[in-house]
């Protein structure tokens, strides 16, 4: 835990968990490492109880000899609770303490009672493996010095020390999730099993071994299943299906770190939506958190960040110009006459006199469709045909005079405005791609 750690930080709460943590390290370590005391007030409780974990924050400064730095901070409730918030936020300002103090590790005050209770409630919420095992006793910068020992020999050792902590009363309110399976849940185990700690401490130790291989075997097919695309992940879905559904999951959770860089907030129900894609047209899409969406584009996955599309209009003079449309080089003018026997490959040519000007470069709008042979079709069709990927298409520039959609550089173009033998101006286009 404390291997070249030479500066920690103790998460200190008032309570006796932290006040045994503080003292034992403090203790053992107090001639080889320096400790800074953290107190995070947020604010959720009573003013009064919050001032005397404060105060006692700032006794076991001046009783160590400590910096203490206390902090208040403001909750805003999520979908995943309050405590969840709570807690998020705390871990946020322990780390940016860390930062500016320079320190090697945050010590927490999590004891066997703790993993237990963690255990029950991500098995309740239906975690995977990783759930079940998620506090560990070390996991830097986090380190879990208390994590084998029972509340009840934490309590009995800091009253025989006699040192001072505070009782948090919320601690017995039912309405919290933990509270209930902490008071009524595990005595209820308990009496099924009284080795019921020692038995979730080995099931977490076997579940954390199989993880560890089934980890190392994912992170070699993530390499061979996936690329990586500026800020998003494509998933191969024909090879990845090849594997068994638990690599699969942990090549889908690997995906999201690669562009999150954790998993904070994900769950199971998350990993099944990207996989369940697999059964889904191309083009379905599902939000994720951290503003995350998930899409398939034909045998692919793609799990990228959100990005709001930007509307674009660009007037187009239909008498010379050249515009920058994606990756092609567009350039437009009249003449009077054109050789069609001499027309190049990326070369479309209209009758100017049966376009409507003026003449734009736009983006897509709801309801867009492009005149065919066989008559109107509808612009997300025409996209799906060309296997055009539905992350571009919003972005994509079209050629338009005011009846509608001429020309799609490199993709198609509306079957209207062709050249015969009355015409008079031909409006020509070349574009040329670049990249």
């Known amino acids: ?165 505070s009782e948090d009363e919320t601690n017995q309110q039912l309405e919290f999730r933990r509270n209930l399976v902490r008071h009524k849940v595990i005595p209820e185990l308990v009496k099924i099993n009284p080795e019921l700690h020692a038995a979730v401490h080995r099931s977490i130790e076997l579940i954390r071994m199989d993880d560890a291989c089934l980890d190392d075997h994912a992170e070699s097919t993530y390499r061979e299943t996936t690329r990586k695309q500026n800020d998003r992940v494509v998933l191969d879905m024909k090879k990845l299906l090849s594997y068994n559904p638990a690599v699969i999951g942990r090549v889908v959770r690997r995906a999201i770190k690669e562009i999150c860089g954790g998993l904070e907030g994900f769950e199971s129900k998350h990993i099944a939506g990207i996989t369940g894609l697999k059964d889904k047209p191309s083009g379905k899409q599902i ?11 034909f045998d692919e996955i793609v799990i990228t960040r959100k990005q709001r599309s930007k509307k674009r209009r660009i007037t187009v003079d239909p008498r010379n110009d050249e515009v920058m449309v994606d990756s092609y080089i567009v350039r437009i003018h009249t003449e009077s006459s054109f050789d069609l026997n001499g027309r190049k490959k990326e070369c479309e040519v209209f ?35 060309h296997k055009i990927p539905p992350q571009q298409r919003a972005d994509l520039l079209m050629l338009c005079d005011q009846k509608g959609i001429l020309l799609i550089p490199g993709v198609v173009r509306a079957f209207r405005g062709f050249v015969e033998s009355k015409t008079k101006k031909f409006l020509v286009v070349d574009y040329e791609h670049i990249a």
């Open 1 to 165: 835990m404390l291997e070249k750690a030479r500066r920690v930080i103790v998460a200190f709460s008032g309570g006796a968990d932290s006040v045994c943590l503080l003292h034992s390290l403090y203790s053992l370590y107090k001639n080889r490492i320096q400790f800074f005391i953290m107190y995070v007030n947020h604010g959720l409780r009573d003013e009064k109880a919050l001032r005397e974990e404060e105060n006692l924050a700032k006794y076991y400064a001046v009783k160590y000899g400590l910096q203490c730095k206390i902090v208040r901070i403001q909750v805003k409730k999520e979908q995943a609770g309050i405590e969840a918030a709570a807690r998020d936020a705390r871990y946020e300002v322990l780390q940016q303490y860390m930062a500016s103090s320079r320190a090697d590790r945050i010590a927490l005050g999590h004891n066997s009672d703790d993993v237990v209770e963690t255990f029950i409630m991500n098995m309740i919420r239906g975690s995977g493996a990783a759930g079940l095992g998620a506090l560990s006793p070390v996991r830097i910068p986090f380190i879990r010095p208390l994590y084998g020992l029972r509340k009840a020999e934490i309590r009995k050792f800091v009253r025989a020390q006699k040192l001072p902590f």
């Open 287 to 297: 939000d994720l958190p951290k503003q995350l969406i998930a899409q398939r584009q």
């Open 351 to 385: 009758d100017l006199d049966a376009l409507v000007l003026p003449l734009v470069f736009r983006t897509r709008y709801r309801g867009d469709n492009l005149i065919t042979r066989a008559g109107k079709k509808m612009l997300k069709k025409i996209y799906s045909e």
